[in-house]
């Protein structure tokens, strides 16, 4: 079985502009393999000592972020590049209380578009997953492994990073050490001539601002390449002329339209956020998400970031957790903030983040598979009747907090396809039905 | 106050040939700034976002291994360069007991060569700590942080990394999945050839191969650089010919002179005893270190190895760990291999570490310093009265385990000059005054 794509969407990495321009430009999307067929482990992607040549991974080549070699890629995010810790402290970690269901797996939904129903289990394989957990009443009622993701292995959270960063924020506002009425240029200086400077942070966190970025992968002057081409922490080419550094490049981002219009999402917004949050704070994203969440959570393993070649962290894309950790998280949020016994993230921020933001901004953007949603604090607001939100990455990473039904999901994935567009058919629907499922009303 | 440098010796890394050969080559010694005006808190090392230039540290042009830029690197490698994990597991962590004494730090001990006493204090800044814990009678006595180390950073240990491989060597032998009788060539037929494939694992273990492995750091055809080279995780430049990582450059490595009959303490046997170790486990290092050794313990961090760009982890030198987590490695090593409830290496195998290698070979490699010492599986042992035995890196880094005292040090530093010989004079006299102090005999 091969899985169709309907349109690649490229990654954020250098040297693969060609690769994607040719993907772009061809009639057919291509095939890939399944996830049975692309299991990292079955593939003996980086086994033996050393791997033989055909089943090394590297960096410098590109090769990481192939497919199915990102299926091996995903868990192993700082065997290729320098990283940042985000500590969780030395103490005993927060013990989750477990009580697992085996009436889960045959549950049934019917994939969007689709006409035949799937069962939950079979959804696991078609979206590529890595890992799931689930808390009902923040208890583990399921939880899964596959591929080259262990309880104790971490995996990169892509952009649900994003809504970690913006979870900062919000409680830094909630805190008064942040006002998201001011310009981000009074933040940070170094922006005032760019597009961001004379956007206000409340802009920045539900990426609304007016900025010139493109994310044609096909165009090698894209601001998306040159993002990537900043961040990326090996030397420059010989003749490199642009950008070092994140902090580098986001002065160069230039306006483009009106700020507070229409929601676009840009990845550069979130690393401006990460700066402002930077300065206002004056610890960096990954001190500050230790200190403020992760040592507060009791997580049980250390996160990390990828830095850029000066120790920036990649506020946009850069977080790994273990996934258990990632179910924390989200049960934090359910809570209104509270977790392990104390109040972690103010409950002001939680409900800033779960009453959502401006859906006619949102509908601007043309997300057809998310109608009615909105974004706000860089999380994704369903406004169903449960008042689902989510945290999203490319690849399929997910954090679904459905309060109704008193349900976190935690899904870490490994699908060929960047966008979630592709995956959220059998995803969406099978958290709904899940909720409705523990709730007994199904 | 200034500490003279009395011969420079470089470190494993690429770029810095040039410097290093002036620097052998100048007359007099360079001076070095002391601990408290290197202080990498005080100086501001890669603080701010970004940091200001003059205060940034990068891998690439090699500044991260520069004095005093080096006290900040030590406890931060991991943002400089790509890293493999050995994780702790994700239980809860052994719990360290506390008799904290107040006496310690007025200890006073004569330096070698010394005629004024010094106080324990005293020697802490003078050699260059990070943080040093000592544990007698398996509870914490006595614990500092200094600079850029904190309870919940790690540090790099450097060669102490060739301890933890012998003793999982030793561990593997005592299990026998590993035949120190056999020829190194048997487990890694790729060594067949090199001056490694006619010696027994026991010689590697040793460290009395008869291998051409030139340190002369002013020679850049040395083998010292083309290890490093081979094992840089960053692209080769253009031109670049030579092997591409540690296991294209260890069957590269010629005989010379026989095997058995001298100590030579050469970092690449241990990169060799790893491939090894790796072939007769079917697991890497950093693996099998955490199956063996680092889960059991109870280690309240994550560890983690820097890896060459095929993954494979720097066995030789390329450990990080809390300091803590160090100190509760010796403990388990002073009671005979038991620790956290479990026999964790056995006692056969840590009885073999104890008693020591081959003296008169251990004598022809001029260690003037540590007469009457042997090496053992990766191991320093002094022979001394108390049954002293060391793990020693460059720089400072220490493990010092005294049965008869019941006591163990663990040190982490960034003395200015990478050889021991340099810190020894103000170490080993004060860790044996304070043994004898601890048994109540001065």
């Known amino acids: ?24 430009a061809q009639a057919a999307a291509p095939a890939y393999p399944d996830a049975a067929n692309s299991d990292p482990v079955k593939l003996g992607w980086m086994v033996g000592s050393p791997p033989p040549a055909d089943k090394q991974i590297r960096f410098a080549d590109g090769s990481y972020f192939r497919f199915p070699q990102l299926r091996w890629t995903v868990s192993h995010f700082r065997e290729l590049m320098p990283t940042v810790g985000v500590s969780r402290g030395v103490g005993a970690p927060g013990k989750l209380q477990y009580a697992l269901r085996n009436d889960i ?14 069962t939950w289990q079979d959804s696991l394989a078609a979206n590529y997953t890595d890992g799931i957990v689930v808390l009902h009443k923040g208890r583990v009622v399921y939880e899964r492994y596959f591929g080259s993701l262990t309880p104790t292995g ?58 010139r970025f ?6 090698p002057n894209a601001e998306v390449w040159q993002h990537a081409n900043a961040g990326n922490p ?47 704070s004056g610890k960096s994203v990954p001190q500050l998400m230790s200190e403020k969440i992760w040592q507060k959570l009791g997580a049980e393993q250390d996160a990390y970031m990828t830095v850029d070649s000066t120790g920036t962290a990649f506020a946009g894309g850069g977080l790994n957790t273990g996934l ?103 995803s969406l629907p099978a958290y709904h039905a899940l909720a409705l499922h523990l709730m007994g009303k199904r």
């Open 324 to 426: 258990r950790d990632l179910a924390r998280f989200g049960e934090m949020l359910r809570n209104n903030g509270t977790y392990n016994g104390q109040q972690i993230v103010p409950a002001a921020a939680v409900a800033d983040i779960r009453k959502g933001g401006d859906k006619a901004a949102f509908a601007k953007a043309g997300y057809s598979q998310l109608p009615g949603w909105s974004y706000r604090n860089m999380w994704w607001v369903s406004h169903n009747p449960h008042g689902a939100f989510m945290a999203r990455g490319v690849h399929g990473q997910a954090l679904y907090i459905d309060p109704t039904a008193q349900m976190v999901i935690a899904r870490y994935a490994s699908y060929p396809v960047a966008s979630n567009k592709a995956i959220d058919p059998t």
């Open 234 to 280: 090996l030397p420059k080419p010989a003749g490199y002329q642009g950008p070092q550094s994140y902090y580098e490049f986001l002065p160069t981002i230039h306006g483009e339209g009106k700020h507070g219009e229409a929601f676009g999402y840009r990845t550069a917004n979130t690393d401006a956020l990460g700066w402002v949050i930077a300065r206002a």
């Open 105 to 118: 797996d045959a549950l049934t939904f019917t994939p969007t578009g689709a006409s035949q129903p799937m």
């Open 214 to 219: 493109s994310e044609n992968y096909a165009d």
């Open 1 to 24: 079985m091969t899985v169709r794509a309907p349109r690649p969407l490229a990654r954020l990495l250098p040297g693969l502009a060609l690769l994607c321009a040719a993907l772009t």
């Open 154 to 211: 971490q995996h990169g959270a892509m952009s649900v990073t994003k809504s970690f960063v913006g979870t900062l924020a919000a409680l830094l506002a909630a805190e008064g050490k942040l006002d998201p009425a001011r310009k981000v240029a009074d933040y940070v200086p170094e922006l005032a001539k760019s597009g961001f400077g004379d956007a206000t942070v409340r802009q920045l966190m539900d990426m609304t601002t007016g900025i």
